[in-house]
């Protein structure tokens, strides 16, 4: 943490109530905490932020902003400024608790792996590893965490932790992003260089979820998903080097015939 005059002053009394009651513009609210944060008035930017955080929960529209955006601003405002440090790991904790009480339940633990990738990014694996070694106990949760961390897994290239559940996870991710991208963007008061943004966004996301996939069916020699996600992938994949990166995807799962017949596919388009 930070030596700055404000850190260092005794904590503040804080009532960390992170119920939410009144109907709020999350939207202004946000900017609002941002400009508390900016201007050190810290107490009630961790007030705010906490608010935002709490009253876009069952919110579609929000849920990769809380989990990204406002857990980011929290952590921090949590370098300068300890109460919020202390509200984070209260947050963190109280969610691990439901967890390790074999209460399964995708927002808590969807909730607690974002907090420990803002607090302790290798939480989250340790914690499962925890839990795998007593699955009896603990089978629901240990699926759950395979679903919301399945990038942290492939990532890692840890593909004997994945399953159908974890493949079923990502193709509804895709076809997830696949529909915003087919629903038109009605907000008549967006500007043509924001929706270019937004679309560009979600072909973005779309794509690396496709990735994802792919490599996780490499890695499994699921061929019927790796087909359906390689077409999906190259319709959006506008870059003349479209296999390039399925075929990394391949290599990375040790798949040596699949690499293979993408490299002929590649080459036979360029023919």
């Excluded at 974890?166 to 929706?195: N, R």
């Excluded at 560009?200 to 996600?229: H, P, Q, S």
Aim: proline share 3%.
């Amino acid at each position: 943490m930070g030596d700055q005059e404000e850190s260092a002053r005794p904590m503040p009394d804080l009532e960390l109530n992170f119920a939410v009651d009144a109907v709020i513009d999350l939207g202004e609210l946000h900017l609002l905490a941002e400009s508390n944060f900016d201007e050190g008035e810290y107490e009630g930017a961790l007030m705010r932020y906490i608010e935002v955080f709490e009253g876009s929960r069952g919110l579609p529209e929000w849920q990769d902003k809380r989990l990204n955006i406002v857990l980011a601003d929290l952590a921090a405002l949590a370098d300068v400024y300890e109460p919020a440090m202390l509200a984070l790991t209260s947050m963190r904790d109280e969610k691990e608790a439901a967890l390790l009480s074999a209460k399964a339940e995708w927002n808590n633990i969807s909730e607690w792996a974002a907090l420990n990738r803002q607090l302790e990014p290798d939480r989250t694996m340790a914690i499962y590893f925890k839990l795998k070694a007593n699955p009896s106990q603990s089978g629901p949760t240990i699926s759950l965490i395979r679903q919301i961390e399945s990038s942290n897994f492939i990532r890692q290239g840890l593909y004997k932790e994945l399953d159908q559940e974890t493949l079923a996870h990502l193709q509804k991710k895709v076809l997830l992003h696949e529909s915003v991208l087919l629903s038109p963007i009605e907000d008549e008061e967006s500007e043509e260089e924001e929706k270019e943004e937004a679309l560009e966004n979600a072909i973005e996301a779309l794509l690396n979820v496709a990735l994802e996939l792919f490599e996780a069916a490499a890695a499994l020699k699921e061929g019927d998903i790796g087909r359906e996600t390689m077409k999906k992938y190259l319709a959006y994949q506008q870059e003349d080097n479209a296999y390039s990166k399925l075929i990394s995807a391949a290599k990375k799962a040790n798949n040596q015939v699949w690499v293979d017949g993408l490299q002929k596919l590649a080459a036979d388009q360029k023919s």
